[in-house]
């Protein structure tokens, strides 16, 4: 396995766009997080699925952010409208059964 | 609420010199605690975990219930050890995800 697969690594986008961030959880793994990173804020769960089912969103900013997981293997991030403080890694991990987290390699997001 | 607290944004030793990086945390229950590592330009990745108790690249981590830390340790710091270290906690017997504390940056000077 290819381990967790984001795309794209990274995205420049004027402010006002939208954004969309993909990602292929590693297969077989249950559970799929979203998580931002910042130098300010560290490491800060954005949202995360169970058997594709959207279980805590409360880390997610604003309503500007929404996050879908149509199957098993695939799942989105959206921004809209993106604005320049959304500006920072954004990181994909998938588990088992709350297991150990396995992360991708991150979409580095540029907001200008 | 869990939480994670690095208190040390970054830290910088000399090449060969002992290391430790703090983690404190809060939760009144039995935790799980871990420790990632983010090497420049790559991904997170699992360093070591409290329930295994090995050593890693010569890292070791004591779960300490009484000060609620799990400070990551090593005798002599290489340069390659040169990297952003993130201590998370996770309830062990509930439905939760990582929670991650800020990060050390750790920069070992040759």
């Known amino acids: 396995d290819a381990g967790v697969i984001q795309s794209p690594r990274h995205e420049v986008t004027e402010m006002g766009q939208e954004v969309t961030l993909r990602c292929k959880p590693i297969?077989?793994?249950?559970?799929l997080f979203w998580y931002r990173q910042t130098m300010m804020r560290g490491l800060e769960l954005l949202i995360y699925f169970n058997n594709n089912v959207p279980i805590d969103d409360s880390g997610m900013p604003e309503d500007r952010f929404s996050a879908k997981m149509p199957n098993a293997s695939f799942s989105t991030l959206k921004i809209q409208p993106s604005e320049p403080r959304d500006s920072a890694v954004y990181f994909c991990a998938s588990s088992l059964l709350l297991g150990v987290a396995f992360f991708g390699q991150g979409t580095r997001l540029t907001v200008v | 609420a869990q939480r994670v607290t690095q208190p040390e944004k970054l830290l910088s030793v000399f090449k060969g010199a002992p290391v430790e990086l703090k983690c404190n945390y809060s939760?009144?229950?039995?935790?799980?605690l871990f420790w990632y590592v983010q090497y420049s330009r790559q991904r997170l990745q699992l360093l070591l975990r409290?329930?295994s108790r090995e050593s890693i690249k010569g890292f070791t981590a004591d779960l300490n219930k009484g000060e609620t830390s799990f400070h990551l340790k090593k005798p002599f710091a290489q340069e390659e050890d040169s990297a952003m270290y993130y201590c998370?906690?996770?309830?062990?017997?509930?439905?939760?995800?990582?929670?991650f504390g800020k990060g050390t940056r750790l920069s070992v000077i040759a």
């Open positions: 409290h329930i």
């Open positions: 297969s077989g793994h249950d559970y």
């Open positions: 939760y009144s229950g039995s935790p799980e």
């Open positions: 998370a906690l996770r309830v062990r017997s509930g439905n939760t995800p990582l929670v």
